[in-house]
């Protein structure tokens, strides 16, 4: 049994709660998901989740409650993470189109750039391909999403799009960290999910 925590302070948690299991589903594996709230929730987790909102909301939550400072150090430890959205900026080192600081874990070496798409592409869809996945393209959902705007140490790109005649990151990977610009659990492709739980196995 895999246990999944989710952190639950605030945007799509019960998405990538039914996700996460149905991922275990198609792969033969029992997978439990958990709802991180606070420290000390985050005990015998073999895999985390950190969903899209709005990244200050997460960040001012979690640090207020302390799991912001434990998540920072199971990360660091080595525990697997999917970010998504708010979650990708709250993991990223660096932030950009932002104002004044937020909280955030600070674990990627990556610069995030928040609302990257502006007003004009709050929403689109497109076909993505990823490095780390095999098969068909996967439907990326972008949502007022943030994009990756410059990697260092170990993090490397996993997915761009075209955007303005320009090459855009929209994934990221470092050991076993996952951080995507789009939302995978607003799709029926379990693919992404499914490797997070291939991460928490090993
Ligand atoms: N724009 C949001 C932020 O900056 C992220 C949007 C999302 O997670 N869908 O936090």
């Keep these: 049994m895999v246990r999944v925590g989710i952190v639950a302070l605030q945007g799509g948690v ?3 709660y039914y996700m ?9 594996l029992g997978v439990e998901p958990v709802l991180l709230k606070k420290p000390g929730d985050l005990r015998d987790i073999d895999a ?3 969903p899209g909102g709005e990244s200050t909301t997460i960040g001012i939550v979690a640090k207020r409650t302390g799991l912001l400072d434990e998540l920072r ?11 998504t959205c708010a979650g990708a900026i709250i993991m990223a080192k660096k932030l950009a189109g932002t104002r004044g600081a937020q909280p955030i874990l600070g674990v990627m070496d990556v610069e995030v750039h928040r609302n990257y798409f502006g007003r004009q ?8 391909n990823i490095d780390f996945l095999s098969g068909p393209p996967f439907r990326g959902v972008f949502i007022r999403a943030p994009a990756f705007t410059d990697f260092w140490g170990d993090a490397r790109p996993a997915a761009a799009i075209e955007y303005n005649g320009r090459r855009v990151y929209v994934a990221a990977v470092e050991r076993a960290m996952i951080a995507t ?10 693919r992404i999910h499914e ?8």
């Design 20 to 28: 996460v299991r149905r991922a275990g589903e198609r792969i033969g």
């Design 73 to 83: 150090e199971a990360i660091l430890g080595g525990l697997p993470v999917l970010s």
């Design 48 to 50: 985390v989740i950190i």
């Design 14 to 16: 019960s998405e990538h």
């Design 181 to 190: 610009s789009f939302h995978p659990e607003l799709t029926g492709d379990t």
């Design 195 to 202: 490797y997070l739980l291939s991460l928490a196995k090993k």
């Design 121 to 128: 592409r709050e929403s689109f869809e497109v076909d993505l």
